[in-house]
């Protein structure tokens, strides 16, 4: 019999407990919702720079390939022309008897870098510009990415590349 008493006590026991109220049950859903909505804007953030870095990333190693391969063609030459309002350069090298064109780089009209077989280095360029002095040839390009995320523009990636070169030959 002792085991019929404490199942009397149990039943009683939850016949007192009314549950939970409406505003307990109105607090707890708003607390859940709070919680959700800042795990939702912490992920969109999260996104959002991985996708600017990952931009800018590629930004940076498309501005030194084409900076590399523009150096190591001014370092074997034995002079340079610049023309094009300073965003073309022609490089030659001394065979002996005459110089020969080795070569060209330029700025098309789609923000390209093509070098002379019309391969194009890297797109996206912004703008494009050679200066020389005494033999030393500076370079500068400046990549521009617009993410264009409707209505904001400061999520732009840029990366400016600069480079001093002296001609070897």
């Keep these: 019999m002792k085991g019929i008493g404490a199942n009397m006590k149990a039943i009683a026991a939850v016949r007192g407990q009314r549950g939970f109220t409406l505003t ?4 707890s ?11 939702v804007v912490t992920y969109i953030g999260t996104i959002h720079s991985w996708e600017g870095t990952a931009s800018l990333t590629r930004l ?8 590399e391969i523009m150096v190591r063609d001014v370092r074997d030459a034995s002079s340079c022309d610049i ?24 700025l098309d009209d789609q923000d390209r870098l093509i070098d ?3 391969t194009v280095l890297v797109t996206e360029v912004d ?11 500076n370079i500068d390009v400046l990549l521009k ?13 840029a990366i400016l590349m600069s480079s001093s070169v002296a001609c070897r030959n």
């Design 127 to 137: 703008s494009l510009g050679f200066t020389a002095a005494g033999g030393t040839v």
């Design 83 to 106: 023309s094009g309002g300073g965003d073309s350069l022609t490089v030659y090298f001394w065979t002996g008897t005459v110089d020969s064109v080795i070569a060209i780089y330029y």
């Design 145 to 157: 990415d617009k993410m264009e995320t409707p209505g904001e523009s400061q999520d732009d990636q």
């Design 24 to 27: 307990e049950l109105i607090v």
């Design 29 to 39: 859903i708003g607390v859940t919702l709070v919680v959700i909505l800042a795990g």
């Design 116 to 118: 002379m077989d019309g």
């Design 60 to 67: 940076q190693r498309e501005a030194s390939f084409a900076m």
